[in-house]
């Protein structure tokens, strides 16, 4: 088991990777997020009832803005599915995703076995700036 020390040190090293100041606020979500050494996938929504059970006092809102800075620094990705559901990925290796349609879940799929031979050439004036592959599952 991971002690409070151990989890707080890896949330604090995490937030100076990218190069955020460690507000309690911020420790205490990097903690949930990455203090077991673990890569998770959370929603704002998810991440904020973990620290209320956690017993952290902290904002629907705060939880949000927190996310999007996590995801500015570089410390965490966005994945959005159907468009108005957010999911935040502390993995940041170029993988694809399993979103379970049933549980409203997101998990690693295996980038070893995803193949894409060509891209569409971008219009002109952009670049790809990333591809996001999300393989939708239902159980049967």
Same mark, same amino acid.
């Given at each position: 088991?991971?002690?409070?020390?151990?989890?707080?040190?890896?949330?604090?090293?995490?937030?100076?990777?990218?190069?955020?100041?460690?507000?309690?606020?911020?420790?205490?979500?990097?903690?949930?997020?990455?203090?077991?050494?673990?890569?998770?996938?959370?929603?704002? %929504?998810?991440?904020?009832?973990?620290?209320?059970? +956690?017993? =952290?006092?902290?904002?629907? #809102?705060? &939880?949000?803005?927190?996310? $999007?800075?996590?995801?500015?620094?570089?410390?965490?990705?966005?994945?959005?599915?159907?468009?108005?559901?957010?999911?935040?990925?502390?993995?940041?290796?170029?993988?694809?995703?399993?979103?379970?349609?049933?549980?409203?879940?997101?998990?690693?799929?295996?980038?070893? %076995?995803?193949?894409?031979?060509?891209?569409?050439? +971008?219009? =002109?004036?952009?670049?790809? #700036?990333? &591809?996001?592959?999300?393989? $939708?599952?239902?159980?049967?």
């Amino acid at each position: 088991m991971t002690t409070g020390a151990a989890t707080e040190g890896r949330g604090k090293a995490w937030l100076a990777r990218g190069g955020l100041r460690p507000t309690r606020q911020r420790v205490a979500l990097a903690q949930l997020l990455v203090g077991d050494g673990r890569d998770r996938h959370v929603t704002a %929504e998810s991440l904020h009832h973990a620290a209320v059970r +956690a017993g =952290e006092p902290v904002s629907l #809102a705060t &939880v949000y803005n927190t996310l $999007r800075a996590f995801c500015e620094a570089g410390l965490m990705r966005e994945i959005t599915v159907d468009g108005s559901k957010s999911y935040f990925d502390t993995n940041m290796t170029d993988h694809p995703h399993f979103f379970w349609e049933d549980e409203c879940r997101l998990t690693d799929a295996p980038a070893s %076995e995803l193949e894409i031979r060509r891209l569409p050439e +971008a219009p =002109e004036g952009a670049e790809i #700036a990333a &591809v996001d592959v999300v393989i $939708r599952l239902r159980k049967v």
